[in-house]
């Protein structure tokens, strides 16, 4: 049982990681730090692929093509 919730919580912060990544992007972009901004994103994008918002910012940005 102990086994299966540990599964269930890191299955559920896994899902999560994405936005984390995003929102380091996010301060980095702030900051001015563009390149740093965009690695983040791309890893935010690497876990979650189908974050069509993101993609269409990174193009608003010049960061995707």
């Known amino acids: ?12 912060l896994l899902k999560r990681i994405w936005q984390g990544y995003q929102g380091i992007g996010s301060c980095y972009f702030a ?19 189908k974050n069509e918002k993101l993609i269409e910012w990174m193009k608003n940005h010049e960061m995707k093509k």
């Open 1 to 12: 049982f102990k086994y299966l919730l540990f599964v269930n919580m890191l299955t559920w």
């Open 31 to 49: 900051k001015g730090e563009i390149e740093k901004s965009k690695i983040a994103f791309e890893k935010s994008l690497s876990i979650n692929p």
